[in-house]
């Protein structure tokens, strides 16, 4: 029996110490002694199986040699080597969520419709028929006899109700009231269903530190926005800032900066929205996302791209113009299309009137003529509104009959351009038909409302043909981030690849030691 125990131990195979442990040290079992390697590919020739179960021997199958393991340490990897690259977590997150961008754009809705709303309560005259500004105790409208009879005295006293409104009724006045204070009602909840949600969302930190920045901006501007509404009201119930026996109406210029704060607003919330849809859909797949924004850099758009900037800001100042020709009733003259009187604009004397100079040697007869003569506003009007529609559609042209552009216009893009397309058709129509129609309000409001839609169309277009540095940026660290986790180890981070790992394992069978 001795002599037959030195062969059986040269033939047996060099096995570990932990192979023979009785059934009680079991469950004292003690931890690895030595890192145990992972070849490549298992060698079944020298697999050794036993009858015993896996669980008798924990220390053949440690944790570190499982898929899930390598998972997690390639994940970790990973991490640090983002660390390396001097990249600190700090309180705002790298992106924000989609839910701020839902929000965002719920907010330029309500933007969209205060705009059409503040357009009908100034083409029905109500806007002067609250002669205070009470932020917070105006919320609620008068609620008692006593209330109403208080009000209606007030308006009485304005210069609107004597030369214009002498005759008008306690119901007339509610009416007119009402359109008013649902105005600035609407007016408030914009404010507060802006700045309350923003705070909940920097706090939960759902969005990012530029996004924040952002945020701050657009709330100051709706604070400002609703004095420009009570500074815009005020100029319109003083006699001295109108001519003595005209018609009482606020000034032109504090209508257009209201209506261009108002613009301006829904702009930023429309386009900060966008921008976060844009970024999450981007870096969801940065692989793709990265050819898309490299493609969309190529010279090829580089005009086009331009040319949309260019297009959005020539729509905004058409707007502007719109809000000097309200302020100045200067739709109610030269009803007829494409001339006006004798000829395709009025005489030279008339758009230069000295009438309109407060100085004596004239040195401001043309920017006041500009801005103050009704008949040279029309004209700055229609050759804007000319302009942009000729813009529009040479742009639209230049996109579908030039070879190249047309080649490299993304899908989207040529759809948002033709978009564009259809909504100024819209708008010419609309401000043509309110011209010649004498202004009425259906039609005056859905011009007002075409122009909002027009800026909203420019603004798509821009946000899907545009490439901002920092989203480039952004989409490039994570392919680089997603290539370094690919490529230590060699494992997948998704399901697919997850089911890979396990099903060579089970077909391979377990590694060898």
């Known amino acids: ?20 442990i009785c059934h009680h040290c079991q469950k004292y079992a003690r931890p690895a002694a030595r890192q145990i390697k992972i070849p490549r590919k298992a060698n079944l020739t020298r697999t050794i199986r036993f009858n015993s179960s896996a669980a008798t021997f924990p220390e053949l199958v440690p944790k570190k040699t499982s898929p899930l393991s390598s998972l997690s340490q390639t994940i970790s990897n990973a991490e640090k080597e983002r660390g390396k690259g001097g990249a600190k977590k700090g309180f705002f997150p790298e992106t924000s969520s ?60 304005s210069p609107e109700f004597k030369l214009l409104n002498s005759h008008m ?118 692989a793709r996302g990265l050819a898309q924004l490299t493609h969309l850099s190529s010279p090829s758009l580089r005009v086009f791209r331009k040319s949309v900037a260019g297009l959005t800001l020539l729509v905004f100042t058409t707007a502007l113009s719109g809000g000097l020709v309200a302020g100045l009733d200067a739709g109610l003259i030269y009803n007829e299309f494409p001339r006006m009187g004798t000829g395709f604009h009025p005489p030279k004397a008339e758009l230069f009137s000295p009438f309109y100079s407060r100085k004596s040697d004239q040195s401001d007869l043309v920017w006041r003529n500009m801005l103050e003569n009704p008949s040279t506003v029309q004209l700055n009007h229609r050759v ?5 529609f000729t813009a529009i559609l040479s742009l639209w042209a230049y996109s579908r009959f030039n070879r190249r552009l047309r080649g490299a216009l993304p899908n989207g893009a040529r759809k948002g351009m033709l978009g564009v397309v259809h909504l100024v058709l819209l708008q ?21 409302a075409g122009a909002l839609a027009l800026l909203t169309g420019t603004l798509v277009l821009g946000s899907r043909v545009w490439v901002p540095r920092r989203l480039m940026a952004l989409v490039r660290q994570r392919v680089r981030q997603a290539s370094a986790v690919t490529g230590a180890g060699k494992v997948g981070l998704g399901k697919e690849a997850m089911k890979s790992d396990l099903s060579a394992l089970r077909r391979n069978g377990p590694p060898v030691l």
Request: net charge positive.
């Open 98 to 157: 989609n839910t701020v961008a839902y929000w965002l754009l719920a907010s330029a809705g309500s933007v969209f419709g205060i705009v059409v709303f503040g357009g009908l309560t100034r083409l029905t005259e109500s806007g002067l028929s609250i002669t205070e500004w009470k932020p917070v105790t105006g919320s609620l409208p008068p609620l008692s006899a006593s209330d109403w009879a208080s009000e209606f005295d007030k308006y009485r006293a």
């Open 428 to 448: 010419v129509t609309l401000g043509i038909s309110t011209l010649i129609y004498l202004v009425p309000v259906p039609l005056a409001a859905a011009h007002q």
């Open 169 to 286: 009724t306690l119901e007339e006045f509610k009416k007119i009231y009402y359109m008013e204070w649902g105005h600035r009602l609407w007016g408030r909840f914009v404010g507060l269903s802006f700045v309350l949600p923003a705070i909940y969302f920097v706090s939960r930190r759902k969005v990012a530190a530029n996004m924040s920045l952002r945020l701050l901006g657009i709330s100051g501007l709706i604070g400002f926005q609703g004095f420009l509404g009570w500074y815009m009201v005020k100029s319109g119930l003083k006699d001295d800032l109108f001519a003595p026996g005209s018609h009482p109406r606020v000034s032109q210029y504090r209508l257009t900066a209201h209506l261009g704060a108002a613009f301006i607003c829904y702009t930023a919330m429309l386009w900060n929205g966008l921008s976060i849809l844009r970024t999450n859909a981007l870096l969801s797949n940065p």
């Open 384 to 388: 804007l509104a000319t302009t942009t």
């Open 1 to 20: 029996m001795a002599s037959f125990l030195p062969g059986l131990r040269r033939a047996a195979p060099r096995l570990a110490s932990d192979f023979f």
